[in-house]
């Protein structure tokens, strides 16, 4: 039996004009998916804070008032899915970074900032075009995917908000080899600041 589904442009082309159903199939089509995506991005450190609900209803009021403004084309099929993913883990890293600015400690970390984190506050300044914050997305995503397993490890739960010392907890090491590859990863951001910029 064949699928008789409306494709995604056609639903897209149904919403300009005007069709609320087709917008209630496009969030039904994806919602499941982008709901998991954004419960991963959150961890279970910040999701007290960060409800994956609200990350997922802002992602799509976004893409559904710029569609009506005619922000957005696409040629493929899949254009559509790729970019809720990233309008999704936009709206998902500014929910962090604002999460986490709010309950800064003093005490953890003191000047061990990185810039990844400073990525993160850049995300959450003032909203950015939308092609702009598809970029910076897709910067930092790079930037992860050079990182060895174990960095990428330990900076997605810096991420989170856990300290250097419950990091070495999870990862089965001590404080100092935690700060030592922070610093490495710092250092890596540093030489490619002009691609976060």
């Given amino acids: 039996m064949s699928d008789t589904r409306p494709g995604d442009l056609e639903l897209v082309s149904n919403f300009k004009a005007g069709s609320e159903s087709a917008a209630q199939e496009l969030f039904d089509r994806y919602c499941e998916q982008l709901m998991r995506l954004a419960k991963r991005r959150i961890g279970q450190r910040m999701v007290s804070r960060v409800d994956p609900e609200d990350v997922l209803q802002s992602a799509f009021r976004t893409f559904f008032n710029r569609l009506r403004n005619d922000e957005f084309s696409f040629q493929k099929e899949d ?3 790729k970019l809720l993913v990233r309008l999704t883990v ?3 890293l500014r929910q ?3 999460h986490r600015a709010g309950k800064r400690n003093p005490e953890l ?4 900032g ?3 984190q400073d990525m993160l506050q850049q995300i959450s300044a003032d909203e950015p075009p939308p092609e702009a914050a598809v970029a910076l997305v ?3 995503e790079r930037f992860l995917g050079q990182l060895p397993p174990l960095d990428r490890q330990v900076l997605s739960l810096k991420l989170q908000g856990y300290s ?3 990091i070495a907890g999870q990862i089965g090491s001590y404080d100092r080899k935690v700060r030592r590859i922070l610093e ?4 890596l951001a540093q030489g490619q600041t002009g691609d976060f910029r």
């Fill in 79 to 81: 254009d559509l899915f």
């Fill in 114 to 116: 990185s810039d990844a």
């Fill in 164 to 166: 250097t010392v419950e």
């Fill in 184 to 187: 490495r990863i710092q250092t």
């Fill in 109 to 112: 970390e003191a000047g061990q």
């Fill in 90 to 92: 936009h709206k998902t």
């Fill in 138 to 140: 897709d910067e930092f």
């Fill in 96 to 98: 962090i970074a604002f």
